[in-house]
């Protein structure tokens, strides 16, 4: 079965740097896209990142963009988020989530399969 476990999450001040893992199973990994997503208390939740496995083509939200980097590895069936230069605003659960039809895409509606999340929380 699907499984998608994400980790690396935790507390970190404003300007400092996380690595986020998101480690997938139960499918064939190069053939899905995976996104990123965030969700803060009170807020909708908003798509961040996201990556084709097959093809590596990368997208960001714009809110983003210049501070956090996608990236997988096919062979530990894992995709990445790097997430530098963090500001309070970025504290939220971050979720991955899978799409076998491999179209990247920041809604939330175009995945089928999702992790538990990982808290990050930046302090002012």
């Known amino acids: 079965e699907v499984q998608l476990v994400e980790s690396g999450g935790g507390l970190v001040q404003a300007g400092g740097s996380l690595r986020l893992s998101c480690a997938a199973s139960?499918?064939?990994?190069?053939?899905?896209?995976i996104g990123w997503f965030r969700q803060a208390p009170g807020k909708e939740r908003e798509g961040v990142s996201c990556i084709s496995s097959s093809n590596n083509k990368t997208y960001y939200a714009d809110s983003v963009k210049g501070r956090f980097t996608i990236s997988s590895d096919n062979a530990k069936n894992t995709v990445y988020l790097q997430m530098n230069s963090l500001k309070p605003e970025d504290t939220a659960v971050y979720y991955c989530?899978?799409?076998?039809?491999?179209?990247?895409?920041?809604?939330?509606?175009?995945?089928?399969?999702w992790g538990q999340g990982t808290q990050v929380t930046v302090s002012s």
């Open positions: 989530a899978a799409d076998p039809y491999d179209h990247p895409s920041l809604n939330q509606y175009e995945y089928d399969y």
């Open positions: 139960g499918f064939t990994f190069d053939d899905y896209a």
